[in-house]
T-cell receptor, first 116, second 112 residues
Framework: GAVVSQHPSWVICKSGTSVKIECRSLDFQATTMFWYRQFPKQSLMLMAT?????????EQGVEKDKFLINHASLTLSTLTVTSAHPEDSSFYICSAILSRDRGEAFFGQGTRLTVV | DQQVKQNSPSLSVQEGRISILNCDYTNSMFDYFLWYKKYPAEGPTFLIS?????DKNEDGRFTVFLNKSAKHLSLHIVPSQPGDSAVYFC???????????FGGGTRLMVKP
């Protein structure tokens, strides 16, 4: 299947700092990528849809200024958690789809963010 | 309002037997359904999918059944293996856009 690579796999940062997470589609071009967040023992919650060359579409309740998404190329989307706080500690996962005809989304490995 | 629900948070099955994971949805506009397997601290791995125009899709040990009238789908794993132990998420896609809505997940434990 298609490969989506996410980096870093884990990061620890201090409160008030910003953290950037990268999501790359390695063997295909992804015009659309998705960012999810997972709290312990809970489901994956969609945060935003990242569209190449345009602004991301955020889900209700997700702060645009806090979670900055940039999709500058067909193979790279980034999520920047700005002014991180301990409550931002979570597992963040990106995904991309090959095409609408092939509906399965391929996921990155996830990033465990811990804000101390 | 949860549009995709997995009502069983956990399931325990003996090795070699069948595992049946269930998923219910409320949005009749969903046109594509998927099952993912997830290990802790890893991204979900795609298992199998089914279009809303079908009622069954089979791939090796995995079969997904879709009952549109009941808005219900299920994943059958047979025979179950200890390596199948993981959290399984069902997901659904609307007929416009590509985002997926996930159920809460079911933790499957296959005992040797």
């Amino acid at each position: 299947g298609a490969v989506v690579s996410q980096h870093p796999s884990w990061v620890i940062c201090k409160s008030g700092t910003s953290v950037k997470i990268e999501c790359r589609s390695l063997d295909f071009q992804a015009t659309t990528m998705f960012w999810y967040r997972q709290f312990p023992k809970q489901s994956l919650m969609l945060m935003a849809t990242s569209n190449e060359g345009s602004k991301a579409t955020y889900e209700q309740g997700v702060e645009k200024d806090k979670f900055l998404i940039n999709h500058a190329s067909l193979t790279l989307s980034t999520l920047t958690v700005t002014s991180a706080h301990p409550e931002d500690s979570s597992f963040y996962i990106c995904s991309a789809i090959l095409s609408r005809d092939r509906g399965e989304a391929f996921f990155g490995q996830g990033t465990r963010l811990t804000v101390v | 309002d949860q549009q995709v629900k997995q009502n069983s948070p956990s399931l325990s099955v003996q090795e070699g037997r069948i595992s049946i994971l269930n998923c219910d949805y409320t949005n009749s506009m969903f046109d594509y359904f998927l099952w993912y397997k997830k290990y802790p601290a890893e991204g979900p791995t795609f298992l199998i999918s089914i279009s809303s125009i079908k009622d069954k899709n089979e791939d090796g040990r995995f079969t997904v059944f879709l009952n549109k009238s009941a808005k219900h789908l299920s994943l059958h794993i047979v025979p179950s293996q200890p390596g199948d132990s993981a959290v399984y998420f069902c997901a659904a896609r609307g007929n416009a856009g590509n985002m997926l809505t996930f159920g809460g997940g079911t933790r499957l434990m296959v005992k040797p």
